[in-house]
C-alpha cells in the first residue's frame, strides 16, 4: 500500500501501537490481536524521530510540525521538511503513525 | 514489516532492544493504564520451574479484579521502582504478600495499586508452558508461605548437587581422567563464530543479553565443541606495548563447562592457543591464574608454564587481591618452537 503524507497531512500515533516515554526515550509497542508485544518487536525514536514525535499533538500538519521544529533547531527549511516527511513516510509505512481523518 | 529496514535515521527495531527492569515497569504501568496486556520476556530464575529466565509472558491488567491467593503477578516492589512477577501467597492487612517460588525469603507486602497486571500466559522457545494457578497455585502458595516449598525444593536438588560434587571429585582422579580421554568422544577445536560467542556469554552470564564482541586482530577466539554443542572456550590475545604492563602474548578466558572438564578439553584448547601463539612468532605466552586454584596451577604446569614475576604487574595484582582476598599470580611458557625464539 502506498504511503502518501504531505505536508497538509495530520499524523496521529495508530491505534495499533501504544508509545511511552520510558527513561528518556520514546518506546512504542506493537499491539497484535490487542495485547501489547514488546518481546518480538520494540521500537524507540532517535534524536530526530523523538524531537519530531513529540510535536505531533494530533491537531499540527506536518508543516506546522516543520515550523515549531524551526524555532528550535538551526537547520534550514529544506532540511527539516526533509526529515518531517521522512519520518513520518517511514512511520505510516510501518503503521506506528496514521494519517488523522 | 516488508520493504522497510529494521532501523531508520529515525527508528531503531529488532531484538537488540531490550528494556531496563525499571524500564518494563513504567511500560508495564503505561499498558495496564490503558487496560491493554502486554507480553514480554523476563530475567531470573525466581519462579523457577514456572519460569525461567527469558521466558515470554502475557501479562493481563487487573481491570479491578483482586488478586487471588495462587496467582502470579507482576508489581513493583515495595521501596524501589523495580519490577517482579512473582506469586500472591498471603493476604496481609491492605495489600498482598508476594514470593517467588524459587526465592528463599519474600518480597514484602504489596499495595493493591502496585499490582499492574497477572501472569495469564508463558512461553519458552515458541510453545506455552504450564504455569501452575488456580487449584494448583493455591496449594503452592500456602506451602510457600509455611516454609515447606524450600524444603521440597532443597530436597529436589539434593541428588543433582550431590551428583556435581561427586562428578567435581571423579575428574580429579587420574583414573577417571585417563579412562575419559580415551572413551569419551574427542572434541573439535575451532575459531569461535558469533553464534559460538553467543553461547558462551550464555553460558557465563545466563539472562543477560549477549553482546557482539568487537572484532579485534590481537584476539584470536576458540571454542570446543562436541558434536554441535559448545564445551569450552580460550582467548589469544597480543598486547602491543601500548597496553603496558599487560604487553605480550596472553592466554585468556580458558573454560570448560562443568560436566565436560577432565577429558582433555581445556589441554586441547590450551595446546590450540600455544600453537597459534608460536605461528605468530610469540617467544613467551603468559596468563594469570589464581594463586589457590592448585588444579589450574597444576594444569598449567604439566603442560609447561611456570610462575614467574612480571614486576610492573605486582602492583596491579596486589591491589586486585584485596577485595577478593584471593591472589593472581603470572605463569609463563617459553615457546622454543618460535620462529623468533
Redesign the interface.
Known amino acids: 500500500m502506498a504511503t502518501q503524507v504531505t505536508l497538509d497531512t495530520v499524523c496521529v500515533p495508530s491505534d495499533d501501537v501504544v508509545a511511552r516515554e520510558i527513561e528518556g526515550e520514546i518506546v512504542i509497542v506493537p499491539l497484535v490481536a490487542g495485547i501489547g508485544d514488546a518481546d518480538d518487536e520494540l521500537y524507540t525514536l532517535n534524536d530526530t524521530g523523538k524531537a519530531i514525535w513529540q510535536k505531533l499533538d494530533g491537531e499540527r500538519t506536518l508543516a506546522d510540525v516543520v515550523a515549531a521544529l524551526a524555532q528550535e533547531f538551526a537547520a534550514s527549511q529544506a532540511a527539516l521538511e526533509a526529515d518531517v516527511l521522512g519520518f513520518a513516510a517511514e512511520m505510516t509505512q510501518r503503521g506506528i503513525l496514521a494519517a488523522k481523518a | 514489516?516488508p520493504?522497510?529496514p529494521p532501523s531508520?535515521?529515525?527508528?531503531?527495531?529488532?531484538g537488540e532492544?531490550r528494556?531496563?527492569n525499571?524500564?518494563?515497569l513504567?511500560?508495564l504501568r503505561?499498558?495496564a493504564g490503558?487496560g491493554?496486556?502486554?507480553?514480554?520476556?523476563v530475567r531470573g530464575s525466581s519462579m523457577a520451574p514456572f519460569i525461567r529466565d527469558q521466558d515470554?509472558v502475557?501479562i493481563a491488567p487487573m481491570n479491578g479484579r483482586a488478586p487471588r491467593l495462587g496467582d502470579v503477578v507482576a508489581f513493583a516492589l515495595p521501596g524501589n521502582e523495580r519490577m517482579a512477577v512473582h506469586r500472591v501467597v498471603a493476604r496481609v492487612g491492605a495489600g498482598w504478600l508476594m514470593h517467588g517460588d524459587n526465592c528463599p525469603e519474600p518480597d514484602g507486602v504489596v499495595a493493591s495499586d502496585d499490582v499492574l497486571g497477572r501472569v495469564v500466559r508463558v512461553e519458552r522457545g515458541g510453545r506455552d508452558v504450564h504455569l501452575g494457578l488456580g487449584a494448583q497455585g493455591a496449594w503452592l502458595a500456602t506451602l510457600q508461605r509455611c516454609g515447606w516449598l524450600a524444603r521440597a525444593r532443597a530436597a529436589w536438588r539434593a541428588p543433582r548437587l550431590a551428583t556435581a560434587r561427586a562428578l567435581r571429585a571423579a575428574q580429579g582422579l587420574p583414573l577417571y581422567r585417563r579412562a575419559g580421554r580415551r572413551l569419551a568422544p574427542h572434541s573439535t577445536i575451532a575459531e569461535a563464530t558469533k553464534a559460538d560467542l553467543a553461547a558462551v556469554q550464555r553460558r557465563l552470564a545466563p539472562g543477560v543479553p549477549s553482546q557482539e564482541l568487537s572484532a579485534n586482530p590481537g584476539v584470536t577466539r576458540w571454542v570446543a565443541r562436541r558434536g554441535a554443542k559448545v564445551v569450552g572456550f580460550v582467548e589469544l590475545v597480543h598486547h602491543p606495548e601500548e597496553h603496558a604492563p599487560w604487553v605480550g602474548y596472553w592466554l585468556f578466558s580458558l573454560l570448560v563447562w562443568g560436566p565436560y572438564r577432565g577429558l582433555g578439553v581445556g589441554e586441547a584448547l590450551t595446546r590450540r592457543v600455544i600453537a597459534e601463539a608460536v605461528a605468530q612468532g610469540a617467544t613467551e605466552l603468559l596468563l594469570a591464574v589464581y594463586e589457590d586454584d592448585a588444579r589450574a596451577v597444576r594444569f598449567y604446569w604439566k603442560l609447561g608454564f611456570e610462575r614467574v614475576t612480571v614486576p610492573a604487574l605486582e602492583p596491579l595484582l596486589a591491589a586486585e587481591t584485596a577485595p577478593s582476598g584471593r591472589r593472581r599470580v603470572v605463569l609463563r611458557k617459553r615457546l622454543e618452537g618460535s620462529a623468533h625464539g
Open positions: 514489516m520493504g522497510v531508520s535515521p529515525f527508528v531503531s527495531s529488532g532492544l528494556l531496563t525499571p524500564g518494563q513504567e511500560l503505561g499498558m490503558r491493554i496486556p502486554l507480553r514480554q520476556s515470554v502475557t
